[in-house]
């Protein structure tokens, strides 16, 4: 069932300044949550980005636990889709991108020389902002990064994993009977789930998600966030998003980016309800960003 969510409106009367009892809090309408892994996926140490000598990553380093949501905020410009980008190298495919530090997944700097890039990226997928499924069909759409890897090797397997994939990402029974239609048929919101379907359907440990709502109406957006919730716990998901609200209702822990640096990163109920850095509860409360 799709929930029914209210959103923070933080009013300025008169163009005045916000006194603090005239915050809302987005705590009165979201039931926050801590992380309770124990187990860390992804080590980030000492994380720097510059393009062209100009850094847009400071320096940022923390841990991602372990089958939760992570979410990334922060104002635009500030960093985030960079640095979600340095999780599975995507930035290598920038020129004049430089990247110092050490990301480790399973013992192994993602950096090193000889790490297989592919490998990497069917190990770590991605979502982007915008849906771009493959101009195939949705069988297709499925079913290509498989075969590539050869994780289904005939009819009967390919058949099963493209039922299983649309079945995890909430879209096979929207289109069992269209599965030869073009993929750029569906709507936005079936679009958008597709390319979660082909992402898990080579069957990573981590999805990397960049703003994957903002083109979507609230109730596709709902249907992606539960979508998310159910799919975290096998795989571990990291999640840039501009909306507040969306951070405070499917994550674990958040972290606050400003001006490329990493100003707080912490339980998402201890962020939103009790953030340590005057800079963290100005963007939440809306004074700036």
Do not use: W
């Not at 933080?10 to 163009?15: C, D, E, H, P, T």
């Not at 990553?57 to 636990?65: G, L, Y």
């Not at 359907?201 to 249907?223: G, H």
């Not at 992606?224 to 571990?236: V, Y």
């Amino acid at each position: 069932m799709l929930q029914l969510y209210i959103l923070e409106i933080n009013l300025r009367r008169n163009g005045k300044q916000m006194a603090e009892e005239q915050i809302i809090p987005i705590s009165k309408f979201n039931k926050l949550k801590k992380s309770t892994s124990k187990k860390v996926t992804i080590s980030v140490q000492n994380i720097t980005v510059s393009y062209d000598g100009k850094i847009a990553v400071d320096n940022v380093s923390m841990n991602i636990n372990q089958n939760e949501v992570t979410a990334l905020i922060g104002p635009s410009g500030c960093g985030k889709s960079t640095f979600i980008r340095c999780l599975n190298r995507m930035n290598d495919v920038i020129e004049n991108c430089t990247i110092e530090g050490k990301i480790i997944l399973d013992g192994t700097n993602i950096y090193n020389p000889e790490v297989d890039i592919v490998k990497l990226r069917t190990n770590i997928g991605m979502v982007f902002q915008k849906p771009n499924p493959f101009p195939k069909s949705i069988y297709d759409n499925i079913i290509y990064a498989p075969k590539l890897h050869g994780l289904a090797n005939n009819k009967s397997e390919s058949d099963d994993l493209v039922e299983k994939s649309l079945t995890e990402a909430g879209l096979f029974n929207e289109v069992k009977d269209r599965l030869n239609d073009s993929g750029t048929s569906l709507s936005g919101g079936q679009q958008q789930r597709l390319c979660i379907a082909r992402a898990i359907a080579v069957n990573p440990s981590v999805i990397l998600m960049d703003e994957p709502c903002s083109a979507l109406d609230p109730v596709a957006t709902a249907v992606i966030e539960e979508l998310i919730d159910t799919l975290k716990k096998k795989i571990t998901i990291i999640i840039v998003t501009h909306n507040m609200q969306q951070a405070a209702r499917v994550s674990e822990k958040t972290a606050f980016f400003h001006l490329g640096k990493l100003i707080e990163f912490s339980d998402t109920s201890t962020i939103f309800t009790n953030p340590k850095e005057k800079r963290t509860l100005g963007y939440i409360t809306g004074r700036f960003g």
